[in-house]
Protein backbone atom coordinates (compact mmCIF):
# COMPACT_ATOMS: atom_id res chain seq x y z
CA UNK A 1 0.00 0.00 0.00
CA UNK A 2 2.81 2.26 0.84
CA UNK A 3 4.73 1.71 -2.23
CA UNK A 4 1.37 2.48 -4.58
CA UNK A 5 0.71 5.59 -2.35
CA UNK A 6 4.45 6.79 -2.86
CA UNK A 7 4.50 5.96 -6.64
CA UNK A 8 1.12 7.88 -7.11
CA UNK A 9 2.26 10.56 -5.13
CA UNK A 10 5.51 10.38 -7.66
CA UNK A 11 2.73 10.22 -10.97
CA UNK A 12 0.72 13.28 -9.52
CA UNK A 13 4.56 15.34 -8.99
CA UNK A 14 5.58 14.10 -12.68
CA UNK A 15 1.92 15.35 -14.32
CA UNK A 16 2.11 18.54 -12.11
CA UNK A 17 5.68 19.42 -13.25
CA UNK A 18 4.81 18.16 -17.16
CA UNK A 19 1.87 20.43 -16.40
CA UNK A 20 3.77 23.42 -15.14
CA UNK A 21 6.63 23.18 -17.87
CA UNK A 22 3.86 22.84 -20.67
CA UNK A 23 2.87 26.18 -19.22
CA UNK A 24 6.09 27.95 -18.82
CA UNK A 25 6.74 27.41 -22.43
CA UNK A 26 3.44 28.97 -23.54
CA UNK A 27 4.13 31.39 -21.46
CA UNK A 28 7.82 32.27 -22.85
CA UNK A 29 6.08 34.19 -25.49
CA UNK A 30 6.11 37.68 -24.51
CA UNK A 31 2.01 38.97 -24.73
CA UNK A 32 1.24 35.37 -26.04
CA UNK A 33 2.19 36.73 -29.59
CA UNK A 34 5.00 36.67 -32.14
CA UNK A 35 3.91 40.13 -34.28
CA UNK A 36 6.35 41.47 -36.88
CA UNK A 37 5.85 44.35 -38.26
CA UNK A 38 6.88 45.07 -42.31
CA UNK A 39 8.25 48.73 -42.50
CA UNK A 40 8.25 49.02 -45.98
CA UNK A 41 8.05 51.60 -49.08
CA UNK A 42 4.16 50.65 -49.99
CA UNK A 43 3.93 54.69 -52.18
CA UNK A 44 6.93 55.92 -53.46
CA UNK A 45 10.19 55.19 -55.40
CA UNK A 46 10.88 52.01 -53.64
CA UNK A 47 7.86 50.48 -53.90
CA UNK A 48 8.52 47.62 -56.82
CA UNK A 49 11.38 46.30 -54.53
CA UNK A 50 10.13 45.75 -51.23
CA UNK A 51 6.65 47.20 -50.72
CA UNK A 52 3.57 45.19 -50.98
CA UNK A 53 6.10 42.42 -52.39
CA UNK A 54 7.69 42.02 -48.94
CA UNK A 55 4.64 42.00 -47.14
CA UNK A 56 3.47 39.06 -48.44
CA UNK A 57 7.24 37.25 -48.54
CA UNK A 58 6.58 37.50 -44.98
CA UNK A 59 2.81 35.79 -44.88
CA UNK A 60 4.56 33.22 -46.92
CA UNK A 61 7.45 32.95 -44.57
CA UNK A 62 4.60 32.71 -41.83
CA UNK A 63 2.69 29.84 -44.10
CA UNK A 64 5.89 27.75 -44.66
CA UNK A 65 6.87 27.88 -40.96
CA UNK A 66 3.10 27.14 -40.00
CA UNK A 67 0.55 29.25 -37.83
CA UNK A 68 2.22 29.09 -34.51
CA UNK A 69 5.19 29.41 -32.66
CA UNK A 70 5.45 27.79 -29.06
CA UNK A 71 1.91 27.42 -29.65
CA UNK A 72 1.28 30.71 -29.74
CA UNK A 73 0.25 32.83 -33.11
CA UNK A 74 2.20 34.43 -35.47
CA UNK A 75 0.97 37.92 -36.44
CA UNK A 76 2.42 39.69 -39.74
CA UNK A 77 1.67 43.77 -39.38
CA UNK A 78 3.04 46.63 -42.00
CA UNK A 79 3.23 50.36 -42.74
CA UNK A 80 4.72 52.80 -45.54
CA UNK A 81 7.56 54.57 -43.98
CA UNK A 82 6.85 56.58 -47.57
CA UNK A 83 11.03 57.38 -47.51
CA UNK A 84 10.74 59.92 -44.74
CA UNK A 85 12.89 58.79 -41.85
CA UNK A 86 10.64 60.72 -39.21
CA UNK A 87 7.73 58.99 -40.47
CA UNK A 88 9.78 55.76 -40.49
CA UNK A 89 10.38 56.27 -36.58
CA UNK A 90 7.00 57.15 -35.34
CA UNK A 91 5.46 53.89 -36.58
CA UNK A 92 7.94 52.07 -35.38
CA UNK A 93 8.01 53.68 -31.92
CA UNK A 94 3.99 53.50 -31.75
CA UNK A 95 4.76 49.65 -32.93
CA UNK A 96 7.01 49.20 -29.86
CA UNK A 97 5.29 51.37 -26.88
CA UNK A 98 1.40 50.04 -27.90
CA UNK A 99 1.64 47.86 -31.03
CA UNK A 100 3.68 45.31 -28.74
CA UNK A 101 5.45 44.26 -31.98
CA UNK A 102 8.46 42.00 -31.40
CA UNK A 103 10.63 42.74 -34.61
CA UNK A 104 10.65 45.16 -37.44
CA UNK A 105 11.67 43.80 -41.00
CA UNK A 106 12.47 45.12 -44.24
CA UNK A 107 13.18 48.88 -44.09
CA UNK A 108 14.79 49.92 -47.97
CA UNK A 109 16.25 53.38 -47.02
CA UNK A 110 19.43 53.54 -45.21
CA UNK A 111 18.93 56.58 -43.60
CA UNK A 112 15.46 54.90 -41.51
CA UNK A 113 17.45 51.98 -41.30
CA UNK A 114 20.36 53.28 -39.29
CA UNK A 115 17.48 55.15 -37.00
CA UNK A 116 15.81 52.28 -36.36
CA UNK A 117 18.25 50.04 -36.07
CA UNK A 118 19.57 52.62 -33.60
CA UNK A 119 16.22 52.24 -31.73
CA UNK A 120 15.57 48.31 -31.65
CA UNK A 121 19.38 48.37 -29.68
CA UNK A 122 17.59 50.96 -26.97
CA UNK A 123 14.43 49.11 -26.74
CA UNK A 124 15.47 45.49 -26.58
CA UNK A 125 13.86 44.61 -29.85
CA UNK A 126 14.80 43.07 -33.07
CA UNK A 127 15.81 44.53 -36.79
CA UNK A 128 15.78 42.33 -39.61
CA UNK A 129 17.21 43.86 -42.55
CA UNK A 130 16.70 43.20 -45.81
CA UNK A 131 15.89 46.25 -47.98
CA UNK A 132 18.66 48.70 -46.88
CA UNK A 133 22.11 48.37 -48.01
CA UNK A 134 24.41 50.83 -46.02
CA UNK A 135 27.41 48.80 -44.73
CA UNK A 136 28.12 50.24 -41.97
CA UNK A 137 24.80 49.11 -40.39
CA UNK A 138 27.08 46.41 -39.28
CA UNK A 139 30.47 47.66 -39.31
CA UNK A 140 31.16 51.05 -36.98
CA UNK A 141 27.45 51.01 -36.36
CA UNK A 142 27.12 47.35 -35.21
CA UNK A 143 24.35 45.66 -33.17
CA UNK A 144 23.66 42.83 -30.90
CA UNK A 145 20.24 43.35 -31.83
CA UNK A 146 19.97 43.71 -35.62
CA UNK A 147 20.28 41.03 -38.65
CA UNK A 148 21.19 42.49 -41.92
CA UNK A 149 20.06 39.52 -44.01
CA UNK A 150 20.11 40.20 -47.75
CA UNK A 151 23.15 42.32 -49.24
CA UNK A 152 25.18 45.96 -48.11
CA UNK A 153 27.22 48.15 -50.34
CA UNK A 154 30.44 46.53 -49.34
CA UNK A 155 29.41 43.52 -51.48
CA UNK A 156 28.08 45.35 -54.10
CA UNK A 157 30.59 46.99 -54.92
CA UNK A 158 33.08 44.48 -54.41
CA UNK A 159 31.89 41.88 -56.65
CA UNK A 160 30.47 44.49 -59.13
CA UNK A 161 33.87 46.41 -59.39
CA UNK A 162 36.04 43.55 -59.95
CA UNK A 163 34.04 42.25 -62.67
CA UNK A 164 33.83 45.35 -64.85
CA UNK A 165 37.08 46.32 -64.10
CA UNK A 166 38.57 43.03 -65.13
CA UNK A 167 36.90 43.70 -68.47
CA UNK A 168 38.90 47.07 -69.38
CA UNK A 169 36.33 49.33 -67.23
CA UNK A 170 39.48 51.74 -65.86
CA UNK A 171 38.06 54.86 -65.79
CA UNK A 172 34.59 55.55 -63.42
CA UNK A 173 31.66 58.19 -63.42
CA UNK A 174 29.17 58.00 -60.74
CA UNK A 175 25.29 59.09 -60.79
CA UNK A 176 24.84 58.96 -57.08
CA UNK A 177 21.56 59.60 -54.94
CA UNK A 178 21.60 62.22 -52.03
CA UNK A 179 21.65 60.17 -48.98
CA UNK A 180 23.04 57.74 -46.60
CA UNK A 181 22.25 54.78 -49.01
CA UNK A 182 23.87 56.30 -52.42
CA UNK A 183 26.93 57.81 -50.73
CA UNK A 184 28.09 54.51 -48.87
CA UNK A 185 27.73 52.63 -51.85
CA UNK A 186 29.97 55.11 -54.03
CA UNK A 187 32.36 55.29 -51.43
CA UNK A 188 32.73 51.54 -51.05
CA UNK A 189 32.86 51.08 -54.64
CA UNK A 190 35.54 53.58 -55.15
CA UNK A 191 37.74 51.75 -52.62
CA UNK A 192 37.88 49.12 -54.56
CA UNK A 193 37.80 50.94 -57.75
CA UNK A 194 41.41 52.30 -56.66
CA UNK A 195 42.69 48.96 -55.25
CA UNK A 196 41.85 47.88 -58.67
CA UNK A 197 44.11 50.45 -60.30
CA UNK A 198 41.11 52.07 -61.65
CA UNK A 199 40.26 55.75 -61.48
CA UNK A 200 36.96 57.81 -60.85
CA UNK A 201 36.88 60.90 -63.14
CA UNK A 202 33.97 62.83 -61.43
CA UNK A 203 30.41 62.13 -60.10
CA UNK A 204 27.59 64.40 -59.60
CA UNK A 205 24.66 63.42 -56.84
CA UNK A 206 20.80 63.79 -57.34
CA UNK A 207 17.98 63.98 -54.52
CA UNK A 208 15.70 60.84 -54.25
CA UNK A 209 12.91 60.30 -56.63
CA UNK A 210 14.26 62.42 -59.69
CA UNK A 211 12.29 62.28 -62.79
CA UNK A 212 14.96 64.32 -64.75
CA UNK A 213 18.41 62.34 -65.12
CA UNK A 214 19.17 64.53 -68.37
CA UNK A 215 21.67 66.96 -67.20
CA UNK A 216 23.68 64.05 -65.56
CA UNK A 217 23.80 61.77 -68.44
CA UNK A 218 25.05 64.26 -70.56
CA UNK A 219 27.98 65.22 -67.84
CA UNK A 220 28.61 61.20 -67.78
CA UNK A 221 28.42 61.54 -71.39
CA UNK A 222 31.42 64.69 -71.72
CA UNK A 223 33.48 62.84 -68.72
CA UNK A 224 34.39 60.02 -71.39
CA UNK A 225 34.35 57.57 -68.24
CA UNK A 226 34.81 54.05 -68.79
CA UNK A 227 32.54 53.01 -67.04
CA UNK A 228 28.90 55.16 -65.91
CA UNK A 229 27.71 53.74 -62.68
CA UNK A 230 24.51 54.60 -61.20
CA UNK A 231 24.65 54.90 -56.84
CA UNK A 232 20.97 54.48 -56.56
CA UNK A 233 17.88 52.17 -56.17
CA UNK A 234 14.17 51.90 -57.39
CA UNK A 235 12.64 54.43 -59.98
CA UNK A 236 15.83 56.43 -60.09
CA UNK A 237 17.48 53.88 -61.14
CA UNK A 238 15.48 52.81 -63.76
CA UNK A 239 15.19 56.83 -65.10
CA UNK A 240 18.89 57.04 -65.03
CA UNK A 241 19.62 54.30 -67.50
CA UNK A 242 16.87 54.83 -69.58
CA UNK A 243 17.66 58.23 -70.38
CA UNK A 244 21.41 57.57 -69.96
CA UNK A 245 20.30 55.05 -73.56
CA UNK A 246 18.43 57.73 -74.86
CA UNK A 247 21.33 59.96 -75.31
CA UNK A 248 23.71 57.49 -76.28
CA UNK A 249 26.30 56.46 -73.63
CA UNK A 250 26.01 53.23 -74.72
CA UNK A 251 26.23 53.69 -78.11
CA UNK A 252 28.99 55.57 -77.73
CA UNK A 253 31.17 52.87 -76.04
CA UNK A 254 30.67 53.88 -72.67
CA UNK A 255 29.45 50.83 -69.95
CA UNK A 256 27.20 51.32 -67.91
CA UNK A 257 27.05 49.51 -64.40
CA UNK A 258 23.83 49.65 -61.72
CA UNK A 259 25.29 48.78 -58.43
CA UNK A 260 22.38 48.25 -57.20
CA UNK A 261 19.59 46.89 -59.43
CA UNK A 262 17.12 44.23 -59.17
CA UNK A 263 14.85 42.20 -61.46
CA UNK A 264 12.16 44.73 -61.26
CA UNK A 265 14.17 47.40 -62.74
CA UNK A 266 14.90 45.41 -65.71
CA UNK A 267 11.35 44.51 -65.98
CA UNK A 268 10.36 48.35 -66.18
CA UNK A 269 13.51 49.92 -68.49
CA UNK A 270 13.55 46.26 -70.55
CA UNK A 271 15.80 44.35 -72.35
CA UNK A 272 16.70 46.68 -75.39
CA UNK A 273 17.95 49.60 -73.25
CA UNK A 274 19.45 47.49 -70.02
CA UNK A 275 20.83 44.35 -72.03
CA UNK A 276 24.49 44.16 -71.07
CA UNK A 277 24.11 45.79 -68.18
CA UNK A 278 26.16 44.32 -64.93
CA UNK A 279 24.75 43.71 -61.21
CA UNK A 280 25.23 41.97 -58.37
CA UNK A 281 22.10 40.06 -57.03
CA UNK A 282 21.71 37.65 -53.33
CA UNK A 283 19.12 36.03 -55.72
CA UNK A 284 17.55 35.33 -58.58
CA UNK A 285 14.01 33.61 -59.11
CA UNK A 286 15.04 31.23 -61.93
CA UNK A 287 18.23 29.60 -60.29
CA UNK A 288 16.99 26.02 -59.71
CA UNK A 289 13.68 24.24 -59.36
CA UNK A 290 13.43 25.21 -55.58
CA UNK A 291 13.20 28.69 -56.48
CA UNK A 292 11.28 28.88 -59.54
CA UNK A 293 8.27 26.81 -57.83
CA UNK A 294 8.21 29.51 -54.54
CA UNK A 295 8.45 32.42 -57.38
CA UNK A 296 5.47 31.33 -59.53
CA UNK A 297 3.16 31.06 -56.19
CA UNK A 298 4.83 34.80 -55.06
CA UNK A 299 4.19 35.70 -58.78
CA UNK A 300 0.90 34.33 -58.38
CA UNK A 301 -0.14 36.62 -55.41
CA UNK A 302 1.74 40.01 -56.49
CA UNK A 303 2.18 39.64 -60.36
CA UNK A 304 5.73 40.42 -60.16
CA UNK A 305 8.83 37.52 -59.62
CA UNK A 306 10.42 38.43 -56.32
CA UNK A 307 13.32 40.68 -55.99
CA UNK A 308 16.28 39.86 -53.40
CA UNK A 309 14.86 42.20 -50.83
CA UNK A 310 11.51 40.17 -50.91
CA UNK A 311 13.31 37.28 -50.61
CA UNK A 312 15.59 38.41 -47.76
CA UNK A 313 12.50 39.20 -46.22
CA UNK A 314 11.24 35.97 -46.75
CA UNK A 315 14.28 34.40 -45.45
CA UNK A 316 14.90 36.61 -42.38
CA UNK A 317 11.20 35.78 -41.27
CA UNK A 318 11.29 32.54 -41.63
CA UNK A 319 14.88 31.99 -39.56
CA UNK A 320 13.42 34.23 -36.82
CA UNK A 321 10.85 31.81 -36.10
CA UNK A 322 12.92 29.15 -36.28
CA UNK A 323 15.17 30.65 -34.04
CA UNK A 324 12.70 31.32 -31.75
CA UNK A 325 11.57 27.52 -31.64
CA UNK A 326 14.98 26.80 -31.10
CA UNK A 327 15.26 29.02 -28.23
CA UNK A 328 11.94 28.13 -26.22
CA UNK A 329 10.97 31.79 -25.77
CA UNK A 330 10.83 34.89 -28.42
CA UNK A 331 13.42 37.06 -25.80
CA UNK A 332 15.62 38.55 -27.85
CA UNK A 333 19.03 38.06 -26.49
CA UNK A 334 18.18 34.16 -26.49
CA UNK A 335 16.52 34.43 -29.84
CA UNK A 336 19.70 36.81 -31.23
CA UNK A 337 21.85 33.66 -29.96
CA UNK A 338 20.12 31.32 -31.75
CA UNK A 339 19.95 33.06 -34.84
CA UNK A 340 23.90 32.71 -34.58
CA UNK A 341 23.83 29.03 -34.03
CA UNK A 342 21.33 28.07 -36.73
CA UNK A 343 22.81 27.29 -39.85
CA UNK A 344 20.61 29.71 -42.30
CA UNK A 345 18.35 27.32 -44.97
CA UNK A 346 15.65 28.63 -46.81
CA UNK A 347 14.53 28.33 -50.78
CA UNK A 348 16.88 31.21 -51.75
CA UNK A 349 20.18 30.79 -49.11
CA UNK A 350 22.12 27.56 -48.00
CA UNK A 351 24.99 27.38 -45.51
CA UNK A 352 24.58 30.72 -44.62
CA UNK A 353 25.28 31.77 -41.25
CA UNK A 354 24.76 35.02 -39.20
CA UNK A 355 28.08 36.44 -37.45
CA UNK A 356 28.57 38.62 -34.31
CA UNK A 357 28.51 41.88 -35.80
CA UNK A 358 24.84 41.24 -37.60
CA UNK A 359 26.37 40.41 -41.09
CA UNK A 360 24.48 37.17 -42.86
CA UNK A 361 27.34 35.43 -44.70
CA UNK A 362 25.38 34.56 -47.66
CA UNK A 363 26.57 33.70 -51.34
CA UNK A 364 26.15 36.50 -53.69
CA UNK A 365 25.98 36.31 -57.65
CA UNK A 366 26.89 38.52 -60.80
CA UNK A 367 24.79 38.87 -62.78
CA UNK A 368 24.90 40.37 -66.71
CA UNK A 369 21.45 41.55 -68.37
CA UNK A 370 20.27 39.31 -71.26
CA UNK A 371 19.56 40.38 -74.87
CA UNK A 372 15.97 40.55 -76.00
CA UNK A 373 17.12 37.48 -78.19
CA UNK A 374 18.41 35.59 -75.19
CA UNK A 375 15.34 35.87 -73.55
CA UNK A 376 13.27 32.50 -73.19
CA UNK A 377 9.93 33.56 -70.90
CA UNK A 378 8.33 36.13 -69.80
CA UNK A 379 10.84 37.53 -66.59
CA UNK A 380 14.10 35.21 -67.94
CA UNK A 381 16.03 38.94 -67.47
CA UNK A 382 19.51 37.13 -65.76
CA UNK A 383 22.56 35.28 -67.15
CA UNK A 384 24.28 33.95 -63.72
CA UNK A 385 27.94 35.07 -64.56
CA UNK A 386 29.88 33.97 -61.30
CA UNK A 387 28.68 32.59 -58.13
CA UNK A 388 31.36 34.67 -55.29
CA UNK A 389 30.87 32.86 -52.04
CA UNK A 390 30.03 34.51 -48.98
CA UNK A 391 33.20 34.80 -47.34
CA UNK A 392 34.89 36.44 -50.44
CA UNK A 393 31.86 38.98 -50.82
CA UNK A 394 31.30 40.40 -47.66
CA UNK A 395 33.29 42.37 -45.16
CA UNK A 396 35.74 40.57 -43.66
CA UNK A 397 36.66 40.54 -40.15
CA UNK A 398 39.82 41.73 -40.09
CA UNK A 399 38.82 44.73 -41.51
CA UNK A 400 35.83 45.18 -39.27
CA UNK A 401 35.54 48.35 -36.58
CA UNK A 402 32.62 46.37 -35.18
CA UNK A 403 33.18 45.87 -31.39
CA UNK A 404 30.96 42.63 -31.32
CA UNK A 405 34.04 41.28 -33.33
CA UNK A 406 36.96 41.79 -31.04
CA UNK A 407 35.38 40.19 -28.26
Not at 39 to 58: F, K, Y
Not at 79 to 95: E, L, N, P, S, Y
Not at 199 to 221: C, E, M, R
Amino acid sequence: MRRQLLACAFLATTSFIATNASAQAQGQVSDDVVRIGVLTDLSSWGRDNSGPGSVEAAKMAVEEFGPTVLGKPIEIISADHQMKTDVGTTIVRDWFDNGKVDAVVDIPNSGIAIAVHNMVRERNKIALLSGPGASSLTDELCSPNTVHFTYDTYALSKVTTSAVISQGGKSWYFITADYAFGQQLEKDATRFIKELGGTILGGVKHPTNTADFSSFALQAQSSKADVVAFANAGQDTDNAIKQSGEFGLVKGGQKLVGLLMFDTDVHAIGLEAAQGTYMTTASYWNMDEATRAWSKKFFARTKVMPTMIQTGVYGSVLHYLKAIKAAGTDDPKAVMAKMRELPIEDTFVHGGRLREDGRVIRDMYLARVKKPSESKEPWDYLEIVKTVKGEDAFRPVSESKCPLLKK
